[in-house]
Structures are given as structure tokens and as C-alpha cells.
């Protein structure tokens, strides 16, 4: 059997040859009837029966590797996909490195990649449960089948992290296996295991945002665990990679055909000031200072994600050969980090001060520096967009200590530019930096569904090209009746 080739005859898909490995077959086939019934109550409400045109990975063959084709979401081939297995390759960084990868679980990490892998796991449904109301809202069928897009393939990153649980660690990973189903996105009782993903998705203008910047810090994380030792969790994640692009594409043009849209609509009606908000809310947009204040609370929420900036955790993973950096087998060092150094901003005595930590301890904050270049990124051409339509206006991230609720500045207010003030100077100013209710008010009153073909609300734009080369007026989404 040729490795890439998928196959469709087990009820899973897969290229891990379940067929052959009846164990992990059967513990798969009996947690499928429960997500199914999890996708069908916390999955997208209202479009069980909906024909969605929706992309399917059947391969891991980069150039070729999905097939586009109307689907009813529950009948979606959520499948276990690994990215080929790289002959003799060895383990990147830390105490093992230059060891060959590793196949099965070593014992005495067992329980540190069994926790990383759930945590994981945790961050795809849940991710699908605080976006199961915006389908009633979509600003067009595009939108719509683009969010269903993201939440069958959360799906599919959760089915991947399970078999990884169901095949490398027992009863122990089948129990974890079963508790994904059970926590529920923002549930008091039983809530998913990160801050983030606790929060509330409750319009477009958060959906697009957290797939800019939350979907873009589970990239990160992939990248970090793609680099692992252990080898079937590196190869889950590289293919898990070539979906998440897709994720971050959906984002950031959903941002950017927004900002479009409002500098479009300011210019047609001759509005110059930014900050005439009254008046540029009239025109069936979002002002600019509200898109700030949405993009300062999502990046401050996935900045915790990253959890504390030295981390003795962090550096036991590293040094187990676990967890590695982004792109570690690009980076010119020793990859064991044994005398480097990496500055971190820190709360010294009241003040921001960088401070040289050791580069093995403060390696959730080389993460987090690479995630806000590759948000930067981003930043530059939604501000090149800004730019082009001739408003004069741009976008910036806000400090590492503005809004923070964990690591060095969770205990100080700050504003957006680092400045740190004092409680009752947050609590005045707070709705200056953050979206208020009344914001929040205005956003939910454009929430209004387009369901005709190549049709948009007010707020958004077109985009430029279709999915799979459609034209504008393809019917993404076949409603049922
Ligand atoms: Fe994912
Ligand atoms: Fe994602």
C-alpha cells in the first residue's frame, strides 16, 4: 500500500493502517458514536442537514491532498492523517538530541506528553462549541461555509489527538479520550482547560479575530510539538499544520476584507476623522478604533496561552525531547540550550525591565515573540489595506503587559502602549482599550444573515477570489429547508 493512500474501507479513514490494528480500531469505532452525538448538540447549530461545500483531506500529499465536494456536515470523513514517516530521523533538541525519534511512548515521559497531547485535543472542540451560534449570522454563504470549514477540521484535530491518546497510552489515554467529549466551552462545572477558549464567540467580527490570532497560537503550539521526539505526535501535527493555514487565512482576510469595507464606506461618504464614530457606525460598518479595541483583547487573551515566561515546565519539555522551538532544525545552535540566555520583559520593583533569563526556562517566551512577528506580519498588511484606500489610520499590538491575566503581568494594569498605571486609571480609561457593552451592542445590530448567493452584509467585503476557484456567486451553502 502505498503510505500516502488513504484508506476508506475502516468507518475512519485513515493512513495508519487501522484496519491492521484492531485494538485502536475498535477503541476509535466505540468513542465515535459519542462525538457524534457531541458534534450534533455543541456543533454548528441550526446546519446539521445543510449541504456545505466543504474541503476533505485524502491525502498527505502536499500537492494534492483534499477534494472539494458538498457534504452533510455529520456525514463529514473525519479522518487520522499522519505526515509520512521521515527515514532515520532524529530527535531535534534537548537532552536526546541527535537520538533517533522515538516510536513508541518512553516511559518516564509519559505522563508529560500525555498531558500535552489533552491539552491539545481540549483547545479543537472546544474552539468548535464557542462558534456554534454564528452560522445564523454569517455575512454571506462564503462566510458561512468558511466557518464550517474551520469547525470540521477542529473536529478532525480533535479525532488526531485521540488516536494518538487511544493508541500510544491505554486506559489512561481512553479515559482521557473520553473527558474530551465531556468539558464544555465556558460550563462552570466542567470547562475547557484553557482561559481562551472559555471565552464567548458571540459575532463575526470575534470569530475572525480569534481565527487571526488564537487559531495562529495552535499553530505555534503545533509547530513546537511537530518538532517532537516522540514521532508519531510530530507527524500528526505537520499534517494537522497544513489545515491550520487555512484557519489563519480565514482570519485575516476576514479582517482584512472588514477594515476594507469600513475605509471604503468612510471615503464614499467624505468622512476624514477616525474617530467620528457616531457617523461611520451610520454607514452599516465597524469603526476603526473598535476593530483596535477587538484586536487588543484578543491578542492579550492568546498572549496567556503561552502560559508563564519562565517556565520550569516549558524547560523540562525541552529537555525531554518533547516540546521543542519554532523551526528548531533552522535554528543555529546547540539545541540544548545548556548556557544560553533569552531577555524577558519582567515586572522588576514596579517597572518593565528586560531581564536575561536562562534561554532553557524562557522558552514559552522565545514562542511568544515568534507568534507576535508572525502577527506583525499580519498587522502590516491589514495596515498596507488601510493605507491603499487612502485613510489615514493604523493598527499596532499592545504591549505584553496590557491585559494580561497570566504570567509576569497578570497583578498590573497597563495600557496598550506599556505604560502601567494604577487601578483607578484602568477602571476609568478600560473602555477606551477594550470593546465596551455599548460596542458590543453596535457589533451584534450588524449581525444580520446573507443567505443569497454572492451577496454580503454591509460591514464586509467581497473577497477576491472563491474557495476552489469558484465564482462569485457559487452557492457555498445549500441551506436546508
Ligand atoms: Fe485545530
Ligand atoms: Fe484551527
Not at 463529514?76 to 527515514?87: C, H, M, N, S, T
Not at 455599548?438 to 451577496?455: A, C, H, Y
Request: aromatic share 10%.
Amino acid at each position: 500500500m502505498n503510505i500516502q493512500a488513504v484508506d476508506y474501507s475502516t468507518k475512519i479513514p485513515n493512513n495508519v493502517n487501522l484496519a491492521e490494528d484492531r485494538t485502536v480500531l475498535r477503541a476509535l469505532e466505540s468513542w465515535h458514536p459519542g462525538y457524534i452525538d457531541w458534534w450534533k448538540t455543541m456543533g454548528p447549530e441550526g446546519f446539521q442537514e445543510a449541504l456545505v461545500y466543504l474541503r476533505t483531506a485524502v491525502s498527505v500529499d502536499p500537492k494534492g491532498w483534499a477534494k472539494f465536494d458538498y457534504v452533510k456536515m455529520p456525514d463529514y470523513r473525519w479522518g487520522i492523517l499522519l505526515a509520512p514517516q521521515e527515514e532515520g530521523r532524529k530527535i531535534p533538541f534537548g537532552q536526546h538530541y541527535g537520538e533517533p525519534a522515538w516510536q513508541e511512548v518512553p516511559g518516564e515521559y509519559r505522563a508529560m506528553l500525555r498531558r500535552l497531547i489533552t491539552i491539545q485535543g481540549d483547545t479543537e472542540p472546544a474552539s468548535v462549541e464557542q462558534q456554534r451560534h454564528l452560522g445564523k449570522t454569517a455575512p454571506s454563504l462564503y462566510d458561512l461555509r468558511n466557518v464550517f470549514q474551520v469547525n470540521v477540521e477542529e473536529g478532525r484535530h480533535l479525532w488526531a489527538m485521540v488516536y494518538l491518546l487511544q493508541k500510544y497510552f491505554g486506559r489512561d489515554g481512553r479515559e482521557e479520550a473520553a473527558e474530551l467529549l465531556q468539558r464544555r466551552s465556558g460550563d462552570a462545572d466542567k470547562p475547557r482547560m484553557l482561559g481562551a477558549f472559555n471565552e464567548a464567540t458571540p459575532d463575526w467580527l470575534s470569530f475572525h479575530m480569534f481565527t487571526f490570532f488564537t487559531d495562529r497560537d495552535g499553530k505555534m503550539q503545533l509547530e513546537s510539538l511537530a518538532q517532537s521526539g516522540f514521532d508519531p505526535l510530530s507527524r500528526t501535527c505537520r499534517f494537522m499544520l497544513t489545515e491550520e493555514a487555512h484557519h489563519m487565512f480565514v482570519g485575516e482576510t476576514g479582517i482584512g476584507r472588514t477594515l476594507q469595507r469600513t475605509c471604503e464606506a468612510m471615503k464614499e461618504a467624505g468622512i476624514e476623522d477616525v474617530n467620528d464614530i457616531e457617523r461611520v457606525r451610520a454607514l452599516g460598518v465597524i469603526d476603526l478604533p473598535t476593530m483596535k479595541k477587538k484586536l487588543n483583547l484578543h491578542y492579550s487573551l492568546s498572549l496567556d496561552l503561552f502560559g508563564s515566561e519562565v517556565s520550569t515546565n516549558a524547560a523540562n519539555a525541552f529537555n525531554a525531547g518533547i516540546k521543542g522551538r519554532y523551526q528548531e532544525t533552522k535554528i543555529q545552535d546547540d539545541h540544548k540550550l545548556e548556557t544560553a540566555t533569552y531577555p524577558v520583559l519582567k515586572l522588576v520593583n514596579g517597572q518593565a525591565t528586560r531581564v536575561d533569563e536562562p534561554a532553557l526556562t524562557a522558552i514559552n517566551m522565545r514562542l511568544r515573540d515568534d507568534y507576535t512577528a508572525d502577527c506583525q506580519r499580519g498587522l502590516d498588511r491589514w495596515n498596507k489595506i488601510i493605507e491603499k484606500v487612502g485613510i489615514d489610520y493604523k493598527l499596532e499590538l499592545p504591549s505584553v503587559a496590557f491585559h494580561r491575566h497570566i504570567g509576569e503581568f497578570k497583578d498590573a494594569h497597563a495600557t496598550p502602549d506599556g505604560a502601567l498605571i494604577d487601578d483607578a486609571t484602568w477602571n476609568r480609561d478600560r473602555d477606551k482599550w477594550l470593546p465596551s457593552s455599548d460596542d458590543g451592542e453596535f457589533i451584534k445590530s450588524l449581525m444580520k444573515p446573507v443567505t443569497e448567493p454572492g451577496k454580503f452584509a454591509s460591514w464586509i467585503s467581497p473577497p477576491r477570489v472563491g474557495i476552489d476557484n469558484k465564482p462569485g456567486d457559487f452557492e457555498y451553502v445549500k441551506i436546508a429547508a
